[in-house]
């Protein structure tokens, strides 16, 4: 039955292999076991209901909290070539009557509709009508009210289940459950505990970073500029943050949209469509953006501000690389902000439990700020996972800025504060100690103090920040609410006393670690942009950007080597083989240099795909082994799985070097003389001009080799 299930995987979805944790679940669930399926987002949740759909009888009914996602899912589905619809609010009765009638005809394999569609006893009664083996029940975490997005709804599943006669198999799937939530799922939808599949929620493509003390919308500015190319969200804890940030990036030109509860509905649909579709770079929101984004291709999260909670953050910054390329998930710390998210837990209205726990969570989430080793560690302890090993490439594993001793400059902080009586905010202390002539200083005498004018030299802009600092170590304690006051600490009494240093890494700027696409991937995000503008689906849906990359590695020529990139299966093949394989031809043939460079890639990287020599031989030397075996160009490069453009220059350069001075196998007589003259007539660079003086046979391989013969003789 799993040779079938890789079958699926392959024809339809171009995978080659299962990940950590799909064939066990495929395999519980076509031998009719009820299974949890844990596992981080990107992971691959959706095949594991998607694959067993197209295996077993009937349609598969998949549950999911949000109908902003639906449509994107079935889309995708269907270009894959896998028949599915969905039954939400959005459509009209007519539309909702037509697709159940279609699904009575057994026209689809996979029917998504949202939890409270379950408390019709008319649907019920519906659904009873077909057969149903299988019920996949998405973002599972849902139906606990210890997890962070509660649907009363979700507790409705289990009793709507169990009134299919078809007795179908469930399948709950989440990426964001502590132990607490785990456990309620499993009762919830009667999973017995051995059917637990957690692969775990580590993300290895992601880096995450906190930062402190930054002069955040600086930082954010330069961030977003440096990675214009790419698309990311920074999420704010409320409304009013995002439009400031808003209005600070587009001021500055960006690509930016905004999403928070105050636009109207049709203001913030456009905004995610636009983000969805690549026509936008980047969305300043709240948290009421992201639970509906499929979008695959998001490169960068950053946290203007704290989340309320762990589980929050993990799922915002998850949303980053969702098709695996390295991405990047960045929070911005200022204390502020822990009396922020305690104000907007203050104003929901809950039971003491309820509410004790939040502010567990709070702490938790700033606990995460302050800790010094590996965050990735964090997080999955957080959830109840433990790893020895280290991520080592988040901030804490990276961090090797030297640290500056900065108690002299705490103690003066600590002493102003001292002197004002401790009875005053950040901007007010700043002041003074920058010397600042303003009313309310001149009025409370604090120009009199002793410390008044010690940091001079500094912004008030910059005392602020280090205060911010030193709160964020807990040398300075925040009371109060909308107007903190700060008190010296237990720990700052000590750096008073000289009991205790204070130590600082210097500052980062903002140099951005994502890695700069390349020209030829982007000339296929252009050309999908296009077709997916035509088709009027986001970009991701036709390809993610891990198949872009693919691609841009294998540079495939014919239908094999297209079906031969990740994530292309048969369907995909057919829809864009041709357009996607003329413009890498088309690339390629305007640009020399690339091949050489992607070249240079594949020998630093070493992929498990390639057939790759043993030796620290260098690559082309591997290529020339076969070339004096009598191998043809195209058996070499399918052999070491490299594309025939790159195997040529292999070839070119061993003919540079004087391995070979047999140079018929470039050319006849007749075509060395006619490249000749096209030479002559338009010079030896670059080479397009060449090529359209010329033929259409001739190639540029044997341009390459003219040109590579005349340097032979005229050294
Ligand atoms: P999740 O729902 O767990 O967040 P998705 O189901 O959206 O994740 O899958 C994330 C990405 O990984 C998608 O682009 C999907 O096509 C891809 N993917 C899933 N399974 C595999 C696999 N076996 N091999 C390669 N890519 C996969």
Redesign the pocket.
Known sequence: MLREAQDV?KQY?G?????NG?AEIISNILSGRNTAGI?????????CYQVPAMLLDGITLVISPLISLMKDQVDSLTFQGIPATYINSTLSAGEVEQRMEEISLGEYKLLYIAPERLESSQFIKFLNSVNIPLVAVDEAHCLSQWGHDFRPSYLGINHAVNQLSSNPVILA?T?TATPQVQIDILNHLQIPSENKVLTGFQRNNLFFNVLKGEDRKRWVGEYVQKNRQQPGIIYCATRKEVENVHAYLEKKGMSVGKYHGGLSDSLRLDQQEAFLNDSIMVMVATNAFGMGI?K?NVRYVLHYQIPKNMEAYYQEAGRAG???VESECILLFSPQDIQTQRYILEQNVMSQELHQNELQKLRDMVDFVHTESCLQNYILSYFGEEIDEECGHCSNCLDDRESEDVTVKAQMVLSCMMRMNERFGTSLISGVLTGSKGKKIKDFRFDTLSTYGLLKGESQKEVGLFIDYLIAEGIIDVEGGSYPILKVSAKGKEVLLGDRKVYRKKLVNAAPRLSNDDELFLALRTLRKSIADEEGVPP?VIF?D?TLHDMCMKQPSNDIEFLNV??VGESKLKRYGEMFMNEIRSFLKGNEEYTRKVEQKESRESSPRKVRAQTDEPSHMVTLQLFTENKSIKQIAATRDMSTATIENHIIRSYEEGRFHDWSIFFTDEEESMIASAVNKVGEKPLKPIKEELPPEITYFQIKGYLAKQKMENE
């Open positions: 995987l979805f995978y080659g292999e299962f990940r799909q596992m981080p987002t990107g992971g691959g949740k959706s095949i799937l990426a499929n695959s969702r098709d695996g991701f993610s891990k990740s994530g």
